[in-house]
């Protein structure tokens, strides 16, 4: 594992308007075994060294920060007297005590790009890690940060072939069905999230509050020669709706091939 610690920054702003079916109203919040998918993402990057979080609120922003504040108390045993908060003691000592997270409001409507612009202020490297707070996989994060220091442009994104959300019909030529296919993955590839930056995109993500990542400032990296993708065969995972919610949680129980910490 690196022991260079560059700082991830989480896009975690967004409505989940998808997410029907659950009561938890951020979809970063909502369980995957018994932690918020978020704390996966987090500890995905954890377990490489990257410890520096700097997450992009908006759309119910005190949710996550209540989750945060609450943590120690709500996932450790603890001592404390009464009347004195700032005395808790908790009797385990956390894995995830060296992590540092910047919880930054970016505004209701913000689109992506601009929220990364936002947090540019927390960001005190010449790099650094982007990534969505909905998805998982087992990504190297070590050979995605050897490949984008050897390629020297000034972004990466994590390339994966995603699986139809269908099944598909084998017909023959006299169109009479002969089998079925489920699911299958396609041959097309998809960014996962999992991005590094070099400080120099920021300049493509200022001057407005709805510069939009996807649509704006990777076609534009594209169009300047200064975007790569970093081939990801392995597991990815990214939940936008409550069905796959209750996917991941199956898969977690079962497999978990994500999980890549002790």
């Known amino acids: ?32 075994g018994d932690q918020p998918i978020l704390w996966h993402v987090m500890k995905i990057y954890a377990e490489y060294g990257h410890t520096r979080f700097i997450l992009t609120l908006g759309h119910d922003a005190q ?3 209540r989750y945060f504040l609450e943590y ?6 603890f001592t404390i007297p009464l009347g004195q908060a700032d005395a808790l003691s908790c009797h385990d000592s956390p ?20 929220r990364i612009y936002r947090v540019a202020k927390y960001i005190e490297s010449d790099r650094f890690f982007v ?21 020297g442009r000034l972004a990466t994104v994590t390339g994966v072939h995603p699986r139809s959300q269908y099944g598909i019909l084998e017909p023959n030529e006299q169109d009479q069905v002969v089998g ?6 396609l041959d097309h590839w998809i960014n996962a999230g999992f991005m590094i930056f070099e400080r120099a995109v920021l300049d493509y993500l ?57």
């Open 1 to 32: 594992m690196t022991t260079e610690c560059i700082p991830v920054v989480i896009l975690c702003g967004g409505q989940g308007t998808r997410m029907g079916g659950t009561t938890i109203s951020k979809k970063e919040l909502v369980e995957i």
């Open 95 to 114: 894995s995830e005590e060296n992590w540092t997270v910047t919880l930054a409001d970016t505004g209701l409507e913000t689109d992506k790009g601009s």
């Open 72 to 77: 120690q108390p709500m996932n450790y045993d």
């Open 180 to 185: 079925f296919g489920e699911k299958p993955v």
């Open 206 to 262: 200022g001057g407005s509050d709805d510069v939009n990542l996807e649509r704006e400032t990777l076609p534009r990296l594209a169009a300047d020669g200064e975007l790569m993708m970093y081939r990801h065969e392995g597991f990815w995972r990214s939940m936008d709706t409550f069905k796959d919610a209750v996917a991941l949680d199956a898969i977690w129980r079962e497999t978990a091939p994500w999980k890549t910490w002790g």
């Open 63 to 65: 949710s996550i920060k």
């Open 131 to 151: 990534t969505y707070g909905d998805g998982v996989g087992d990504v190297d994060l070590d050979k995605l940060l050897a490949f984008h220091r050897d390629h």
